[in-house]
């Protein structure tokens, strides 16, 4: 008697701690990608006090294009349940107004609502925008879990990333690439052409890059991190501000596989 009850005071207890479970969140991701489809955002669970934003601006949520159906192809989702957060790559090649749409959500710790939305929209004009390209590439990769045994910290998966955009800084500083590595901007990919390659190392920019306001979502079972940013210098006609950006990275091993960059730019193909 005393060890069943016990028993099913540890099974609540684990419930309580395990609120911003996996499976909330999986269920919030799933559920934002059907309101995208729909253009309904009431489907999901808002905080009264939600805020909304695309492209770094503010902006009501019944005016964005959350708002607006869109026919998906293709989404990846990963999820944050120290944050209590999703992140979800949105494909959308066959829809009448083409986009690829990079979202985080910040929930409460419950996962019972969401206080937060934010996405990086891409569309026509913006940096090597292809949603076809994109669509094509994305489906062939694996972001499969990683065996436990395998996986990666926080700390390690978060590092990678970071490497990646601190040596637009300084082009000396290591980065743990993979081989192979492919990276994804837009629609352009660079595995296209030897895909066992490890093809992500960069040049130098013409000038250092200071890559600021980062924002991170981090999954230790799917080994990725999605980071918000500012993209400096791109943009031709302000060198000097940063434009919407963001980096989706997988990591296996402690070493970047993929990387997805989707990048606003302000003018057709940043002037570049
Ligand atoms: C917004 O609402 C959520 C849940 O209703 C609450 O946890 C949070 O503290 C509120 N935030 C602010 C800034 O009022
Ligand atoms: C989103 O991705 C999930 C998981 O791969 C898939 O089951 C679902 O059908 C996709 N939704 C759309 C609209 O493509
Ligand atoms: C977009 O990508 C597709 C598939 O890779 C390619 O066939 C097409 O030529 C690309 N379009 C442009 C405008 O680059
Ligand atoms: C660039 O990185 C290298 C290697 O870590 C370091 O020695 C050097 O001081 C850095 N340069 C600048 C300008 O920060």
């Known amino acids: 008697m005393i060890s069943s009850l016990f028993l099913i005071y540890a099974g609540l207890a684990s419930q ?3 609120a911003c479970s996996r499976a909330a ?7 934002y990608v059907q309101a995208q489809v729909s253009g309904k955002p009431t489907l999901l669970s808002l905080a009264t ?3 909304y934003g695309e492209n770094d601006k503010p902006l009501d949520i019944a005016k964005g294009v959350l708002s607006q159906p869109i026919t998906v192809d293709f989404n990846r989702s990963i999820y944050d349940t120290t944050q209590c957060a999703t992140f979800t790559e949105l494909t959308a090649a066959t829809s009448k107004h083409p986009y690829v749409i990079h979202t985080r959500i910040l929930l409460t710790e419950d996962a019972s609502k969401i206080t937060k939305i934010e996405s990086v929209v891409t569309d026509s004009g913006d940096w090597a925008f292809n949603a076809t390209g994109h669509l094509y590439w994305t489906r062939q990769e694996k972001w499969e879990p990683i065996p436990e ?6 700390a390690v998966i978060q590092a990678a990333g970071d490497a990646y955009l601190d040596q637009w800084g300084n082009s000396t500083l290591p980065v743990p690439l993979g081989t192979p590595c492919a990276r994804l901007e837009g629609g352009a990919y660079t595995g296209q052409s030897n895909p066992s390659a490890n093809t992500c190392r960069m040049g130098a920019f013409p000038q250092p890059l200071k890559v600021a306001d980062r924002r991170y979502i981090i999954d230790e079972e799917l080994g990725a991190v999605d980071i918000f940013n500012g993209f400096p210098w791109l943009e031709a006609t302000k060198p000097g501000g940063a434009v919407p950006s963001t980096n989706f990275i997988r990591v296996e091993g402690g070493m970047i596989r993929y ?3 989707v990048t606003v730019c302000e003018t057709p193909r940043c002037g570049r």
């Open 49 to 51: 006090n939600v805020s």
């Open 25 to 31: 969140l999986q269920d919030v991701a799933a559920t």
């Open 259 to 261: 990387i997805h960059e």
């Open 16 to 18: 309580v701690s395990a």
């Open 149 to 154: 045994s395998r996986r990666n910290t926080r």
